[in-house]
């Protein structure tokens, strides 16, 4: 079912990703040109996340029709697997990005739950024909509308061009976000930054913006998601990508975000807190990664030696779990680890031994993950 209107003032707003799930979707690799070997390491990894989410709460995996034979035999049986087409498997950015408000009774009155219905943004892969990640994106366009038709979830769509990987909000009416990705003119070049805001504030019912100059450095793919640079842990704390060495370029973008973070105020007119994650690394792409890739243009090419957006800041938040990155770094992935579990002393910390194959493809745990909040039946 189709809403009409403005989300916020229905009343709807994005919860934060900490609140409880009903559920987390994800996608199933394949693309030759941009997993390689077939995916049949990122496949594996696919695997790994999936089965550590599902202990924690329900996860449906998208495949495709040739893929979903192979996605059941290497999945748990608590997992549920549907056929669903896709260019590729990212859905942070081309499902939906779930908004809830309270239930309401007939006579108009507040009653116990919540309701919940999806956004299904425009998307334009990552910056149209001429920037984004491959050439054709028909079937990512139909994501976000199939899995909330097969949640029998309403549906409000825009033609604003938006990735959920672009957002983070803290719940209580602040939102996080990059002038690198969303000021972009790959995404929506007629709008103002003030028009953006007014967007935001209209669909995910947030009252402030935080705008980060720039994302991770190297994640050119995304222009800059605020995903792998900075996130909320709670109101009024954050996790920001950090590096010591002052000759890396990814310490000018830190030092910026922390100069930004350190001067805001969130909806609530609180002073952050801020948590610094050390980035690891720097990880590059290999000869032999490189070669396992179908370079054949229909993609974005991927060359020996490029710099790998690798990122700690991209987990994913499970009912009582966070699911983290490691990247076969011995120093950085314990010392994560470390971090995660100081900043969530109520989650169990699980990390995810050969994520560098996520980021491969371009991103990590977070962008391939996609949270539905729990509701009242």
Known sequence: MDLEG?????????PAEWEPHSQCWMGWPERPDNWRDNAIHGQRVFAKVASAISEFESVTICASGAQWENARSQLPANIRVVELGMNDCWFRDTGPTFVVRKRMSNSGTSVEGKAVAGIDWNFNCWGGVEDGCYVDWSLDLQVARKILDIERVPRFFNKFVLEGGSIHVDGEGTCLTTEECLLNKNRNPDLSKGQIEDVLKAYLGVKKIIWLPRGLYG???????????????KPGVVLLSWIDDQTDPQYERSIEAFSVLSKATDAKGRKLEIIKLHVPGPLYLTDEEAAGIVQDGEAKARPPGLRLAASYVNFYIANGAIIAPQFGDPKWDDEAIRALAGAFPNHKVVGIEGAREIVLGGGNIHCITQQQPAVTP
């Open 6 to 14: 403005n989300p916020s003032l229905l009343e709807f707003h994005m």
């Open 219 to 233: 994640d050119d793919d995304t222009n800059g998601h605020i995903d792998n640079m900075c996130c909320f842990v």
